[in-house]
């Protein structure tokens, strides 16, 4: 995720009968109260060790021939092997993307992977793969408990964080990667529906995430597939040329208001 240099916005105004009137501006103990509920949101959001166990039936994903497990973990407990695999898949996926920018950009996203504040959900092959209908037939419990004890080798992952963003409470996904074996079978799909659910039940305003202007199957994926949208944050909202853009999917009139609606930027 790319630094951003936040814009001052203009006091919102309403027109009357050809007079702009100012809104009444929030007391000051409401404003303590919001930030407050807003830090505690995320702090809650944060401490949650398996966002997972509120999404059961989110354990496994069958389908067009493929058998996965998700599992969830933190940046901070990351094994040896999964944080070379992590490395690993970064590279054979954004090198081409990121083109002269990706030497800088991978120290930062070597950082960026052990954070505390770094929550994954990662994605296996079944180690004991079994038929679509057997599948559908465990139960919740089951289906969790099989994830644990049979999962194969990793083919994916998803990082994510919960941060403030126009003093918004967002997910922001800072990384989907997903093996090129295993794209094009809905699993994208699937993992970003289950992180907007977490998004959700966490209070969350939005989910946000960059992408490189470069990377034209992710644009397309995003924007026409999940119907993101380019946020009013993004450089090419303000002016400002950047290789990346950001996009954003909000759940609340607040959340929409400041991250879609350029009136309110202060153009």
């Known amino acids: 995720m790319d630094s951003k240099t936040p814009q001052r916005r203009r006091p919102s105004s309403v027109i009357q009968n050809g007079t702009v009137i100012r809104e ?16 505690q949101s995320i702090k809650s959001a944060r401490a949650e060790k398996d966002h997972l166990a509120s999404f059961p039936e989110f354990r496994h994903f069958v389908n067009n021939g493929l058998s996965m497990c998700l599992k969830s973990g933190r940046g901070d407990t990351l094994s040896s092997p999964v944080k070379h695999y992590v490395q690993s898949l970064l590279k054979l996926n954004m090198e081409g993307p990121y083109g002269s920018e990706w030497l800088d950009e991978e120290k930062v996203k070597r950082r960026e992977m052990v954070a505390p504040e770094a929550h994954y959900i990662f994605v296996h092959e079944d180690a004991n793969s079994v ?21 194969g080798p990793l083919v994916g992952f998803v990082h994510y964080r919960f941060v403030l ?14 093996e090129p074996r295993v794209q094009g079978k809905g699993l ?56 990346y853009e950001i996009l954003c999917k909000t759940f609340n009139d607040e959340a929409k208001t400041i991250l879609e609606t350029m009136e309110n930027r202060g153009f």
């Open 24 to 39: 009444k501006k929030p007391k000051r103990s409401e404003v303590l109260a919001k930030k407050k509920a807003v830090e």
């Open 131 to 151: 038929g679509d209908e057997t599948r559908m037939m465990l139960n919740a419990e089951e289906a969790s408990t099989s994830c644990v004890e049979d999962s």
């Open 165 to 178: 963003e126009e003093d918004v409470p967002v997910l922001y996904v800072y990384e989907l990667q997903i």
């Open 188 to 243: 994208g799909k699937f993992l970003m529906q289950l992180i907007e659910l977490i998004a959700q039940k966490n209070c969350m305003g939005a989910v946000m995430l960059t992408v490189q202007k470069a990377n034209l199957l992710a644009l397309n994926f995003y924007l026409s597939k999940l119907r993101y949208i380019i946020s009013t944050i993004s450089p090419s909202k303000m002016g400002i040329e950047k290789s």
